[in-house]
C-alpha cells in the first residue's frame, strides 16, 4: 500500500474530530439548560428533531477519524527504520548465483555456494583425429576451491577417461586411445568436461579403476560444463 503523506493523514483526524464534535453539539442544540424550562417530553422532542438531521455529521466525523487513525498506524509501519520491517536477507537473498556448478544433493558434502567456474575451449566440433593419438582438451577454470574438471566421452552412458591438471586458470587433459576394437575407421566420438565436487571427484576415481571404467549416469556433484564431438578418421 502506498503510504500517505503525513499531512493528509493530520487533516483526516482533524476533519473527522471536528465532525464528530460538531454533529453531536448540533444534535442536541435546543436542549433545555434547566428544569424548568422544559418537561421531559418536551426534551425527547428536541432530541427527535435534531438527531435525523446531524446523524450524517457524526457518521462521517466517525470515519474519517477511524480512516485517519488506520492510515496514521500503516504510514508508521511502512516507514523506514520501523521496528516493523524486517531486514534480515530472506532465502532467496542468500541463495547461490545460477552459474555456480554444484546443485545441493544431500549426498555431495562439498556442495555449498562456490564461485567456481570452467569452461570448453577446445577441440571444436567435428575436429579429425587420431584413433591412437586422441586429442588434448582444453579450458578455462576460475576459484575451483576443493572441485576439479574430469572429461568423461560419452554414448548414452559415461566412460571415464581422466582428471585434468589445472594451471594458471586453465585446464588440460587427454583423451586417448579412442573408441575400441569394434569401431570402424571413420566414427565419431562425443567427449564431455565436467566440474565435479569432492564426492563426485570420488566416485569418478572408484569408477575409472573399474575394469570397464563405465557408469550410465553421472554421481551426484557433477555438473557438465562442456561438450565436442570429434571425427575420429585416422587409425
Not at 219 to 232: E, F, H, L
Request: glycine content about 8%; some cysteine.
Amino acid at each position: 500500500m502506498t503510504s500517505f503523506p503525513i499531512i493528509v493523514i493530520i487533516i483526516m483526524c482533524a476533519a473527522g474530530l471536528s465532525l464528530l464534535i460538531s454533529g453531536i453539539w448540533l444534535m442536541f442544540q435546543g436542549r433545555p439548560t434547566s428544569p424548568d424550562e422544559a418537561t421531559e417530553a418536551s426534551l425527547k422532542e428536541v432530541i427527535r428533531l435534531n438527531v435525523p438531521a446531524q446523524a450524517l455529521l457524526v457518521l462521517v466525523g466517525a470515519a474519517l477519524l477511524v480512516a485517519g487513525g488506520y492510515l496514521g498506524v500503516t504510514h508508521w509501519q511502512t516507514t523506514p527504520g520501523s521496528n516493523t520491517i524486517n531486514s534480515s536477507p530472506t532465502t532467496a537473498d542468500t541463495a547461490s548465483p545460477s552459474a555456480t556448478p554444484m546443485g545441493t544433493s544431500p549426498s555431495s558434502p562439498t556442495s555449498a555456494p562456490v564461485q567456481a567456474y570452467a569452461t570448453l575451449t577446445s577441440p571444436n566440433n567435428g575436429t579429425k583425429v587420431s584413433k591412437q593419438g586422441g586429442f588434448v582438451a582444453r579450458g578455462t577454470a576460475t576459484s575451483l576451491g576443493p572441485y576439479t574438471v574430469w572429461i568423461l566421452d560419452y554414448d548414452g552412458g559415461y566412460t571415464v577417461d581422466q582428471e585434468a591438471a589445472v594451471a594458471a586458470g586453465q585446464w588440460s587433459a587427454t583423451d586417448q586411445p579412442l573408441g575400441d576394437s569394434s569401431d570402424v575407421l571413420p566414427f565419431n566420438r562425443t567427449m564431455v568436461a565436467v566440474i565435479a565436487d569432492s564426492y563426485c571427484a570420488n566416485r569418478l576415481s572408484q569408477i575409472q579403476s573399474t575394469s570397464d571404467d563405465y557408469t550410465q549416469n553421472l554421481p551426484d556433484g557433477c555438473k557438465i560444463v562442456g561438450r565436442v564431438t570429434v571425427d575420429v578418421s585416422r587409425p
